[in-house]
């Protein structure tokens, strides 16, 4: 459900940097909630910095550097469907190149909840649902109402993208 184009620039000494650009593949009646962006960086780096275009409010997304785990983390509390998105990412190395810093960089990988889609398409067409007797059910009774026991959640296992 989604693509990512990542776009890197060597041209600058000792500094690495990372266009991001995000798109959300699925129809724009949906949302993506607590979807998380993970973009580890060479060990060879000293230190990063991350920043989102000057129209993207802070309550919707943010990036931040995790240096513990030396890697770009970039989350988003809702992501409507159809929708792009970039980020910018600027990784100071220790030396002037790092041979192979390509390899080095990635893979990257979301985490994401789509309620109410289905990723394959697949869709429950009928459901009977059965009461727990044997016995006939009584004209009086309430419909029963098998769509509540059916939730189509897209959620992502091991979304992975290689740089």
């Keep these: 459900p989604f693509r990512i184009l990542p776009i890197i620039d060597e041209s600058v000494p000792y500094k690495v940097g ?3 650009k995000l798109y959300a593949d699925f129809n724009a009646k949906h ?8 973009l580890p960086i060479p060990k060879g780096a000293i230190g990063a910095t991350a920043r989102l275009p000057k129209h ?10 995790d240096a513990a785990e030396k890697q770009i983390v970039w989350q988003f509390k ?3 469907g159809g929708s792009d998105h970039e980020c910018s990412v600027q990784i100071s190395l220790q030396s002037e190149r790092i041979p ?14 789509i309620p ?3 990723a394959s398409d697949l869709a429950v ?12 059910r009584h004209r009086d009774d309430p419909p029963r109402n098998p769509h509540r026991w059916i939730r189509y959640m897209t959620k992502s296992s091991s979304y992975v ?3």
């Design 18 to 20: 990372i266009e991001l």
């Design 31 to 38: 949302t993506c909630t607590g979807c998380i962006v993970t």
């Design 56 to 65: 993207v409010t802070a309550s919707t997304q943010h990036v931040m550097y």
């Design 78 to 80: 809702k992501l409507p």
């Design 100 to 113: 192979n810093v390509r390899r080095e960089i990635g893979p990257l990988s979301l985490t994401f909840q």
């Design 116 to 118: 109410t889609f289905s």
């Design 125 to 136: 067409r009928y459901l009977q649902v059965i009461g727990s007797s044997n016995e006939p």
């Design 161 to 163: 993208v290689r740089i």
